[in-house]
């Protein structure tokens, strides 16, 4: 009956797309009337829609016409023209959605028809890949259109300057990964005046394999860090001690969840040998014993969870973690909380310190930021749920432009994996045979080197592409199409790179003109390259025809991956454009994702059937349980995810409150009202503390308030006679503190000069405020690793976690007030010499404070190379100030109503430290 009522009125996702294909209509209406435009007419397009957005126009009223205009500049500038499907696509991604389109449809011409229409408001459109092969592939193949068009392109890429980043954030479009966005945001909200930081606003972003950016990659968060204590010693001590462990009576581990921990005998047995050590007296249990307790659990995971060529591989005397999803080397990245130093003294490597946070974001919340978010990825109808509830992404499935022919065959299951390896064999041969090409999946490099070792022993020549050889990679993912071609790849989520029948002409013509230039000694010339195209073009048409009528590509999975969209990605690749092609999966229950979930169960049919250890069984029953096993995993990740995105929410909203207040200080001109509110809070909580309202006189710790005042003030006043006048009160001594400190402070500025005092001023602030939010990040980082214990009183972990977070931000606000009064009141600040200026030239403002050491701490003496003293800062004060934007809010009288309309005062709104509403 739903088959029927769906071929009646057509599925939920055909409802949706059909007001889209009236608008592609409309789109084809316009092609005529935009192909009669001259060059340079078409051009003017992007010119003419600026104007009208700026009459009042929307982006969406545009779309019709943005559109075909793109359509057309990329016929002339690329040689494509966009199908009507992929119209579709770009209004998907135009209006804030998911697009899932198939491997070969084309998604990195689709995305420029809403990046050129979100371009058009002028406030950046950022493209982001998933690697910087893909960011400057496509930065530089699709700006030619955009260039056309009289746009301009940049590209993000690791090892950039801050002005190299500046300027590419500064143009229409810009292109770059998700690490490189992420990091430069948080860099940036480490920076000390608006003048350093490069990104300018987060308006619209459309993310390429949306699914392993903002799935896979979502359960690490990003961290900028700074080295602390070297313990390498403390590590390869503990790490001799785990081979000593039996497995059965001292370890129990939990594939499944992949967690492991010592049983009781276990821990007896490390208290034991951490004794003989000489690395703890007393108990494990000992409060002085924690941090070898945590050490020994790092080591413990790092023997038993992580695996050498699974998880990471030893290169170059380093660690490099991989991706499980793209099998790439995750360049960079390191495993937090001392895992990462654990494993390499496993692997008895160099061990870098382990790292303190100094800021963090998920991938969850940097990209929440933007006001309009697309998508697109050959997988996403799997994940639509968690889409919709992390990100308010709806997801559509985009159809082919034209029908698939790909032939998907049923699992083979073998009871032996040896098995299994030998029939892929068997296969392989008999493709090759024939002159099918054919694409091996392997779940990771052990097991890709595993597949080679087979196809070696029968004598098949083939290509291994995994972390080992990922140097190779489009030039390998670009011939796996030509007939007899045997490719063994590990994971092919987001290679970027098409697997084309026949070759791909483009890397083919590139091979050709090296070949020609190592021989000649130069670049071909025009008519040279136009005929090694044709020559080229016509080998790959036979070869195409051949591979044809072999059957197209034979995608072989050598085993399922944890994640059904990993598979799929896979099958997805074959069959590209209406090609035919077949995919087909071989299975063993010895598979770690068999033996984890079903071995026993599947085993036992299997021998009840009568299955011998080398004969293969297919059923659809088989397909049903792998697919229920994958779901379970799924739904596992997907409950890690949303736990640490709930955790970060809370930082989150923390994280924003500083930021946003960073940037409202660098806005103004003078942070002179907040260091005075700041001022008066001190004294009164110092009055509160020791001079209680409700207190007699005689009970006030009088003594106590003199040294603190001393202490936070700078100042000697006669608190002891103040107290003892008759019938004196509190709030009086107060004022009388608030009149001296203010008398002294206004002392200090006519000494050092206003505009000097405003800088430091600022600069204190804000350094204040910085070390102030990193040792917040580590207390969190500190509360998050323990909170899971209030569980055991019955008590919900998030929600105490929550308090306990709100507190500790409390508290730190208390103490960056105290800190900044602390010293300013007690800074000497000289004033500044003047210097001589020549008559002729204009007197320029002088440079802004040093740039920050973004991601480390001075190894010699542990302290942040930007912490300088009141003095130091004083010194580097300019001795002429620039006025600030005149739009600025920042000098706007602090009783006033606040510019932003909600009604408030201003220093209770966009003046206040906290938006939160709290005082400080």
């Known amino acids: 009956m739903l088959n029927l009522a769906q071929k009646i009125?057509?599925?939920?996702?055909?409802?949706?797309?059909?007001?889209?294909?009236?608008?592609?209509?409309?789109?084809?209406?316009?092609?005529?009337q935009i192909e009669a435009l001259s060059d340079e007419a078409l051009k003017g397009k992007t010119a003419e829609f600026r104007r009208r957005l700026s009459e009042g126009a929307t982006l969406d009223s545009l779309l019709e016409e943005a559109f075909a205009v793109v359509r057309e500049a990329?016929?002339?500038?690329?040689?494509?023209?966009?199908?009507?499907?992929?119209?579709?696509?770009?209004?998907?991604?135009?209006?804030?959605?998911?697009?899932?389109?198939?491997?070969?449809?084309?998604?990195?011409?689709?995305?420029?028809?809403?990046?050129?229409?979100?371009?058009?408001?002028?406030?950046?459109?950022?493209?982001?890949?998933?690697?910087?092969?893909?960011?400057?592939?496509?930065?530089?193949?699709?700006?030619?259109?955009?260039?056309?068009?009289?746009?301009?392109?940049?590209?993000?890429?690791?090892?950039?300057?801050?002005?190299?980043?500046?300027?590419?954030?500064?143009?229409?479009?810009?292109?770059?990964?998700?690490?490189?966005?992420?990091?430069?945001?948080?860099?940036?909200?480490?920076?000390?005046?608006?003048?350093?930081?490069v990104q300018r606003s987060h308006a619209y972003a459309i993310v390429d394999e949306v699914d392993s950016i903002l799935i896979d990659e979502a359960r690490t968060p990003l961290i900028i860090s700074g080295p602390t204590d070297d313990r390498s010693e403390l590590y390869r001590t503990i790490d001799k001690l785990i081979p000593l462990l039996n497995d059965e009576e001292h370890i129990d581990l939990d594939e499944k969840m992949k967690s492991v921990v010592f049983t009781e005998e276990g821990l007896e047995m490390m208290e034991d040998l951490l004794a003989k050590e000489g690395l703890m007296e007393g108990s494990l249990w000992d409060p002085a014993n924690v941090t070898i307790v945590h050490h020994s659990n790092q080591a413990l995971k790092a023997h038993k969870l992580f695996h050498r060529d699974k998880d990471y591989i030893v290169k170059d005397e380093q660690v490099m973690l991989i991706d499980e999803f793209t099998g790439r080397m995750m360049d960079g990245r390191r495993l937090s909380e001392g895992l990462h130093q654990a494993i390499e003294a496993k692997e008895n490597v160099d061990i870098k310190p382990e790292n303190q946070t100094l800021a963090s974001i998920t991938f969850q919340n940097y990209f929440r930021l933007y006001e309009k978010l697309g998508g697109m990825t050959g997988t996403a109808m799997t994940e639509a749920g968690e889409f919709d509830d992390i990100y308010k992404l709806q997801t559509f499935e985009l159809p082919t432009n034209r029908p698939i022919q790909r032939i998907d065959d049923d699992d083979v299951v073998y009871r032996l994996a040896s098995a299994k390896y030998k029939e892929i064999v068997e296969e392989v041969r008999a493709a090759r045979t024939k002159g099918q090409p054919v694409l091996l999946g392997t779940a990771s490099i052990e097991k890709s080197e595993i597949v080679s070792t087979y196809l070696t022993a029968a004598k098949i020549p083939h290509k291994v592409l995994n972390a080992r050889h990922h140097e190779q990679e489009a030039q390998i993912v670009a011939n796996a199409g030509v007939p007899g071609a045997i490719t063994v790849a590990t994971n092919m989520a987001g290679r970027g790179t098409d697997i084309q029948l026949g070759g791909n002409l483009d890397m083919r013509l590139e091979e050709a003109v090296e070949a020609h230039k190592a021989?000649?000694?130069?670049?071909?010339?025009?008519?040279?390259?136009?005929?090694?195209?044709?020559?080229?073009?016509a080998e790959i048409e036979a070869a195409k025809k051949k591979a044809l009528a072999a059957g197209g590509l034979y995608v072989l999975g050598t085993e399922r991956h944890e994640s059904r969209r990993i598979d799929n990605q896979l099958r997805g690749r074959t069959g590209r454009q209406g090609d035919p092609g077949r995919s087909k999966f071989f299975i063993s229950v010895e598979d770690d994702l068999m033996r984890v979930f079903a071995a026993e169960r599947l085993n036992s049919i299997m021998k009840g059937l009568g299955i011998k250890e080398d004969e293969g069984i297919t059923h659809p029953w088989m397909n049903k349980a792998i697919e229920t096993s994958q779901k379970k995993i799924e739904q596992r990740n997907f409950e890690i995810r949303k736990n640490v995105l709930q955790y970060d929410d809370v930082i989150n909203d923390q994280r924003k409150v500083i930021f946003e207040q960073r940037k409202d200080f660098m806005h103004a001109a003078s942070v002179l009202d907040e260091i005075e509110e700041m001022r008066e809070q001190v004294i009164e909580d110092m009055v509160d503390l020791h001079m209680p309202e409700k207190a007699y006189a005689e009970q006030w710790d009088v003594t106590g308030m003199t040294e603190k005042v001393r202490e936070m003030l700078g100042l000697e006043l006669p608190l002891a006679d103040w107290a003892g006048e008759e019938g004196v009160a509190n709030a009086e001594i107060a004022e009388r503190v608030r009149e001296a400190a203010n008398a002294a402070y206004e002392a200090k500025v006519s000494k050092s000069g206003p505009d000097a005092f405003r800088y430091v001023e600022k600069q204190i602030l804000l350094q204040v405020m910085d070390g102030r939010w990193r040792q917040h990040l580590q207390q969190i980082d500190q509360l998050r690793s323990v909170i899971h214990l209030r569980s055991y009183g019955q008590r919900n972990p998030l929600n105490e976690f929550k308090e306990e977070a709100f507190k500790l931000f409390y508290d730190m606000l208390a103490d960056l007030r105290s800190e900044v009064t602390r010293w300013l009141m007690n800074a000497d600040i000289q004033p500044p010499q003047p210097q001589a200026v020549p008559a002729s030239t204009p007197q320029q403002p002088a440079a802004p404070a040093p740039q920050m050491f973004e991601t480390s701490l001075d190894p010699d003496t542990g302290?942040?190379?930007?912490?300088?003293?009141?003095?130091?800062i004083a010194e580097q004060a300019p001795h002429s100030m620039v006025a600030q934007a005149e739009e600025s809010w920042a000098n706007t009288p602090r009783n006033a109503p606040c510019p932003c309309g909600s009604g408030k005062k201003y220093k209770h709104c966009h003046g206040s430290l906290a938006a939160s509403g709290q005082k400080v």
């Open 519 to 537: 021989k000649t000694g130069k670049e071909p010339t025009e008519g040279e390259l136009a005929v090694m195209r044709d020559q080229i073009k």
């Open 9 to 32: 009125f057509g599925s939920a996702n055909d409802r949706l797309l059909k007001p889209m294909r009236r608008r592609v209509n409309k789109i084809n209406a316009l092609e005529p």
């Open 74 to 197: 990329s016929k002339r500038a690329l040689g494509m023209r966009h199908f009507d499907v992929q119209m579709i696509g770009g209004m998907i991604l135009h209006n804030g959605a998911i697009a899932e389109m198939r491997t070969g449809e084309g998604k990195t011409l689709v995305a420029t028809l809403p990046v050129y229409l979100n371009a058009l408001a002028g406030e950046g459109v950022h493209v982001v890949t998933v690697n910087d092969y893909l960011a400057s592939r496509d930065a530089e193949w699709m700006g030619q259109l955009y260039g056309f068009l009289g746009m301009s392109t940049g590209v993000i890429v690791q090892g950039l300057k801050d002005e190299e980043r500046r300027a590419a954030y500064a143009c229409d479009i810009t292109y770059g990964t998700n690490n490189e966005y992420g990091f430069d945001y948080l860099r940036d909200n480490m920076k000390y005046s608006l003048d350093q930081m």
């Open 863 to 872: 302290k942040n190379e930007r912490d300088n003293t009141p003095q130091e």
